[in-house]
């Protein structure tokens, strides 16, 4: 079972995520965030990352090894931004946030530490990511 600040910290990050995109209008998902990035896009981001970790760590769960990071992830998803519905990427982050945490409760002490040993806590630990485009976004609607 995951710690309990670890799990805290996410369910707050995921409060927070679904508190802010329930209000976000078409015009608030095209604003700018800078460097080329826009709310929408963000929570693009979002969605994708957390679910990247669940597939991570379902693999893991199976016994096969944790996978490596792309590094070129964040560039092949500025090329497809434009097609995400801005109607529904707040709610897929929301949804991919709330499996994570779900799946990192269910995980054992060993396999957390395990992760944090490896150097890879940020696939269970998601709320420092979470938080920081929360604040991005926040400052652009301010």
């Avoid at 707040?90 to 990192?104: R, S």
């Avoid at 530490?113 to 938080?131: C, F, M, Q, V, W």
Wanted: hydrophobic share 45%; glycine share 8%; aromatic share 6%.
């Amino acid at each position: 079972m995951a710690t309990n600040s670890l799990a805290a910290g996410n369910a707050e990050s995921t409060e927070r995520l679904s508190a802010l995109v329930g209000g976000f209008s078409a015009e608030d998902m095209q604003r700018s965030l800078g460097g080329g990035w826009t709310i929408g896009f963000a929570l693009a981001h979002l969605a994708f990352w957390d679910a990247r970790q669940v597939a991570a760590l379902q693999r893991m769960s199976r016994g096969e090894a944790f996978p490596a990071e792309d590094l070129a992830t964040n560039a092949a998803l500025e090329a497809i931004a434009a097609a995400f519905n801005p109607k529904t990427i707040g709610q897929a982050a929301v949804g991919a946030a709330q499996q994570l945490d779900a799946l990192v409760e269910s995980l054992t002490a060993e396999q957390v530490n395990a992760l944090t040993d490896s150097g890879k806590s940020y696939a269970i630990d998601r709320a420092p990511h979470r938080e920081e485009h929360i604040r991005q976004i926040e400052q652009a609607l301010s």
